[in-house]
């Protein structure tokens, strides 16, 4: 869906460039406002001048960790021109033009945030953010033209973390999109330590522990053993697993699932024949316990 912006010199203008700080912000009598709480200032600048990675000397400093996008917008110059944008800010960004590819690439490159058009050529971005949220966590941010109040109430129902109408600023998309991540970052449930009996998985620095020993596990079975131990006591099934921890949200095995079930239970010194941790309950799935409860 394109950015209305009204000619080239003005889609010259980037709020990434390094005049961007001699100009003073647009007047508030000037702003436009869409529902309740969704502010909308100076128009997208398009930054087809500047190299990407650009960053003005106001910017410098001012981010700390680098947040790797995915960009759903089919408009190429839009496109083009937030991820220079966004570059310009401190992130990594790749791209997809169509609501599918996007959601592919949701699912095997794990971005922090994915940034959603809705107005996509194959399917509507409300669709797509139904079925990624299906399967995955991600934190996103809809950026769209479509400013009715029901579409932004029915994006937010969707799974949406955030939702703004074009035309945007590069800058105000960026405290958005960082927002968001303190937001995500704030609940600590990522990186929080998890004890299930005499386990104890540290998700930070990807290790795990049993009663006080290392377990050497490759990074899936550690994945898997950690997703468990998130839900001591509830049975998981094997779609979930292959969706969650093997992103497979389309296919996969079951046997993947059983295989590495295996070899973990084989490093926790149990088996299936005599479980202590790994409990399989039979055409349901699998669940995590304390052996000692």
């Known amino acids: 869906m394109s950015v209305?912006?009204?000619?080239?010199?003005?889609?010259q203008a980037s709020v990434v460039s390094t005049a961007?700080?001699?100009?003073p912000p647009a007047p508030s009598s000037a702003r436009r406002r869409i529902g309740p709480s969704f502010p909308v200032s100076s128009p997208l600048a398009g930054e087809a001048s500047l190299p990407a990675g650009v960053i003005t000397p106001?910017?410098?400093g001012r981010h700390i960790t680098v947040a790797h996008l995915l960009l759903v917008e089919d408009d190429a110059r839009v496109r083009s021109a937030l991820t220079r944008a966004l570059a310009g800010h401190g992130h990594a960004v790749v791209s997809a033009a169509a609501g599918m590819p996007g959601l592919t690439r949701a699912l095997e490159d794990r971005p922090d945030?994915?940034?959603?058009?809705?107005?996509?050529?194959?399917?509507?971005?409300?669709?797509?953010?139904?079925?990624?949220?299906?399967?995955s966590a991600v934190p996103v941010i809809v950026a769209t033209a479509?400013?009715?109040e029901p579409?932004?109430?029915?994006?937010?129902?969707?799974?949406?973390?955030?939702?703004?109408?074009?035309?945007?600023?590069?800058?105000?998309?960026?405290?958005?999109i960082r927002a968001v991540l303190r937001r995500g970052r704030g609940s600590g449930a990522g990186t929080a330590q998890v004890r299930v009996g005499g386990l104890r998985i540290d998700p930070a620095g990807r290790e795990?522990?049993?009663?006080?020993?290392?377990?050497?596990?490759?990074?899936k079975e550690f994945d898997l053993l950690h997703y468990l131990?998130?839900?001591?006591?509830?049975?998981?099934?094997?779609?979930?697993?292959?969706?969650?921890?093997?992103?497979?949200?389309?296919?996969?095995?079951?046997?993947?699932?059983?295989?590495?079930?295996s070899w973990l239970r084989r490093k926790l010194g149990e088996s299936a024949h005599r479980p202590r941790y790994l409990q399989t309950v039979h055409g349901v799935g699998v669940k995590i316990v304390d052996p000692g409860a």
């Open 151 to 176: 579409e932004i109430v029915r994006a937010l129902d969707a799974g949406a973390d955030d939702y703004v109408v074009k035309p945007f600023s590069a800058a105000q998309l960026d405290a958005r």
């Open 20 to 23: 961007a700080a001699s100009h």
């Open 4 to 11: 209305p912006i009204s000619d080239t010199a003005q889609m």
């Open 229 to 261: 131990a998130l839900r001591p006591g509830q049975v998981v099934s094997k779609r979930e697993l292959l969706t969650e921890v093997w992103r497979m949200a389309y296919g996969g095995a079951d046997k993947t699932v059983d295989v590495h079930l």
């Open 146 to 148: 479509r400013d009715a």
């Open 208 to 219: 795990a522990f049993l009663d006080g020993a290392r377990l050497d596990l490759t990074p």
């Open 113 to 135: 945030l994915v940034v959603l058009d809705l107005g996509l050529p194959d399917l509507d971005g409300c669709e797509i953010l139904r079925m990624l949220r299906a399967v």
């Open 58 to 60: 106001s910017e410098k």
